[in-house]
Antibody
């Protein structure tokens, strides 16, 4: 069974940093692209970043470019989201998701981890 | 940037109703559109990809259509489990953009 477990969320001050992790299991991790999607409290979904299965190509939403960095470690079946220069509008539940090889869309999701940026 | 606009924002319907949600793209996107369902406090679930392809395990009462700039998600006979928020999403190699969501409520 495919399983994705995010961790690393919490309360951080504006301008601070946080690193999210997403541990994957139940599938051959190094053959799937992965992504992060966030959802501010009471708001809709916002795509954040995607990474190819090799990790060589990474794309970002304009709203996070230059501040958030996605990476992966295929030996650890884990993707990461390094979050720097955090702002109040980065407050959201952050979901890790697998990109399906046939659908090319987010076919499996984690349960999400909450990041709160506040002083 | 491509913008995705869904209508309506909220829809009230009864069990057994046929429900249609519309998604419009600000420019031509061919068939690069997906639909997701999200229930409160839960992660989204992929329903449809490439505008009309049903994801494995999704009930056949869900269907998608359209191409270019206008797309629809149809639920042929609304079931109690279908009351949720639905999002369309454009995708390509470089970015993904969600619509603002359509909440399907019990009438």
């Amino acid at each position: 069974e495919v399983y994705l477990l995010e961790s690393g969320g919490g309360l951080v001050q504006p301008g601070g940093s946080l690193r999210l992790s997403c541990a994957a299991s139940g599938f051959t991790f190094n053959t799937y692209a992965m992504g992060w999607v966030r959802q501010a409290p009471g708001k809709g979904l916002e795509w954040v970043s995607s990474i190819t299965y090799t990790g060589t190509d990474i794309v970002y939403a304009d709203s996070v470019k230059g501040r958030l960095t996605m990476s992966r470690d295929n030996s650890k079946y884990t993707v990461y989201l390094q979050m720097n220069s955090l702002r109040a509008d980065d407050t959201a539940v952050y979901y890790c998701a697998r990109i399906g090889s046939i659908s090319a869309n987010f076919d499996y999701w984690g349960q999400g981890t909450l990041v709160t940026v506040s002083s | 940037d491509i913008q995705m606009t869904q209508s309506p924002s909220t829809l009230s319907a009864s069990v057994g109703d046929r429900v249609t949600i519309t998604c419009r793209a600000s420019q031509m996107i061919s068939s690069w559109l997906a639909w997701y369902q999200q229930k409160p406090g839960k992660a989204p679930k992929l329903l449809i990809y490439k505008a009309s392809s049903l994801e494995s395990g999704v009930p056949s009462r869900f269907s998608g259509s359209g191409s270019g700039t206008e797309f629809t998600l149809t639920i042929s006979s609304l079931q109690p489990d279908d009351f949720a928020t639905y999002y369309c999403q454009h995708y390509n190699t470089y970015s993904r953009t969600f619509g603002q969501g359509t909440k399907v409520e019990i009438k």
